[in-house]
């Protein structure tokens, strides 16, 4: 980098929404310049990825071009090529706990990923935030490390940074995914005071050893899920919050004793008390004794981190010159796993415009107003599912409901971003991955958007009915299943609304079932998805 130089893009943030885009952008010919507080490696949460995350790596990385990008895709390529020390994910496991009450066996529920289609992963962040930051150095991104900015300046001419050392960037397009303390929201008063967000949640998190794998508990030893909850991501959920369990260490020849735990809770429910998350960790795992048995012999190997409420939004997150991306633009909870999944979908959506721009010149703020209605659109998407979810925490029924919704969330977006996909592979056209930006319903796909999307604010909707107590849990529960069963574009062989039906697997005999009934009983706009 030298003095004067001017860049087309400029990153705040190398985390791995910028450094993905870092890489994505220098591989096609544009000038960027990546610039961080901070240095890697570096302890991060946001661990599990799920099959649509999977599924957008693999295209990003075959649209623009960038290999070193596919082997994130996939729990053996990032094995082989990133980082032995992280873990796998082979299924969604949701053990319900009431506080006073023995755990009921028959109050669980599972989303297995199916190992024949693939295998998800539990990231060791600190490798693979450090890989892609290394993958962007490799294609010819400038960096700068270390570096605060602390004025920014934005206009017609383009953007002017400084950081706290007095050092001066110039770039034509500034894009931030530098996280809660954006620079540029910060500067331009984007944060939305309050956040419109009707979830409320705090955590605290670390990573830890010794943490005993569920299965070999007593607690568990009745259950009879598909997948060992050891092979996934354990969430522990009871009225009020949820607890997480990501493995490292799950699978042969792990190299990581390490277990990543993190306890959230609805801060108007539980609040934060005096003294030290550990010690409000220990005060948690003495009201419910069944969780506590994997921790018997745990202990935190870095220091535990507690946050506030951490639902935050932004009242936009483009404007003249600049994009908010990441969690710089807001963010709801861990739970479903959405994080990596929201970033890298704004990431592909952005990354082409960017360059489009670099080559023509046009950096107009229209030309960029897409990616602000979808950031908003998948923020309402997550805010509405987590919402819901925790209302649902507070029953069993409600919960084994709402927890259908979500599945539905997960599959059927998965299923549609997977055949425009595969269409892809066969034409090379990107109209194909453009045309999935044509969507009636932001923050959801076409053509399973307005169906999800119905669904989705129905039940949000009704549980905001039970926390006003208008309505009972468990008439909700009976609606919501109604609804799932009456949701035309919600294969039928899936069974999501048969309450009874908690663990849900696609196995190649359901998935055959499922492609006929695609092919015979789907209602035409859906038929397509099964062609």
């Not at 400084?162 to 996280?179: H, I, N, P, T």
């Not at 949820?242 to 609805?266: K, M, Q, R, Y």
Request: aromatic share 10%; hydrophobic share 40%; charged share 25%.
């Amino acid at each position: 980098m030298r003095d004067g130089e001017r860049y087309d893009v400029a990153v705040l943030g190398a985390g791995m929404a910028g450094g993905v885009l870092a890489a994505v952008l220098a591989r096609n010919g544009v000038k960027v310049l990546l610039i961080d507080a901070g240095v890697h490696p570096r302890f991060a949460v946001g661990e599990s990825t799920i099959p649509y995350t999977s599924t957008m790596t693999r295209i990003i990385a075959e649209r623009y071009e960038v290999p070193e990008i596919a082997p994130l895709a996939s729990f053996r390529g990032i094995q082989d090529k990133i980082s032995p020390m992280s873990g796998r994910k082979q299924n969604f496991g949701f053990v319900y706990h009431q506080e006073g009450k023995p755990q009921d066996p028959e109050q669980i529920n599972q989303l297995v990923v199916p190992e024949w289609q693939r295998t998800e992963s539990h990231l060791f962040r600190q490798d693979t935030d450090a890989y892609l930051f290394n993958v962007a150095v490799s294609h010819g991104a400038d960096v700068r490390l270390a570096t605060r900015i602390q004025e920014i300046g934005t206009g017609a001419d383009g953007v002017v940074l400084r950081s706290d050392r007095g050092e001066e960037f110039r770039a034509e397009y500034l894009v931030d995914g530098s996280g809660f303390r954006s620079p540029v929201a910060e500067k331009f008063g984007l944060r939305e005071e309050p956040t419109r967000a009707r979830h409320h949640s705090r955590t605290l998190f670390t990573h830890m050893i010794g943490v005993t794998p569920f299965d070999d508990t007593a607690a568990a030893a009745a259950h009879k899920q598909p997948s060992p909850w050891h092979n996934g991501t354990l969430h522990h959920v009871f009225d009020g919050g949820w607890l997480w369990v990501i493995p490292f260490d799950n699978h042969e020849g792990a190299l990581s004793p390490l277990c990543s735990v993190g306890l959230t809770l609805d801060e108007r429910v539980f609040p934060k008390p005096e003294g030290s998350p550990q010690e409000e960790f220990d005060a948690f795992l003495a009201r419910f004794p069944q969780i506590a048995e994997q921790f018997t012999g745990a202990r935190a190997v870095r220091p535990w981190v507690g946050t506030g409420r951490l639902q935050y939004s932004a009242t936009q997150t483009v404007g003249e010159r600049y994009c908010l991306t990441a969690h710089a633009a807001g963010f709801i909870d861990a739970l479903y796993s959405r994080g990596l999944t929201n970033t890298f979908e704004v990431v592909n959506s952005l990354a082409w415009r960017l360059i489009e721009a670099s080559r023509d010149g046009d950096w107009s703020t229209e030309r960029f107003a897409y990616i602000d209605r979808l950031q908003q659109g998948l923020y309402d998407v997550h805010d509405d599912l987590v919402y819901s979810s925790f209302v649902g925490f507070r029953d069993y029924e409600l919960w084994n409901a709402v927890s259908r919704v979500w599945k539905a969330t997960s599959i059927m977006p998965t299923m549609t971003l997977e055949r425009a996909y595969r269409a892809y592979q066969e034409n090379r056209d990107d109209q194909v991955l453009r045309d999935l930006e044509k969507t009636s319903t932001p923050g959801l796909p076409d053509p399973v958007g307005k169906d999800i999307g119905g669904l989705l604010t129905f039940t949000r909707k009704l549980c905001e009915q039970v926390e006003s107590g208008e309505v009972p849990a468990a008439r909700a529960a009976q609606l919501i299943l109604a609804r799932i069963r009456e949701t035309e574009a919600l294969p039928a062989p899936f069974e999501l609304g048969a309450p009874e039906n908690r663990c849900f697997e696609a196995t190649p005999a359901l998935m055959t079932s499922t492609l006929e009934w695609g092919r015979t009983e789907a209602p035409e706009h859906i038929k397509g998805l099964f062609g």
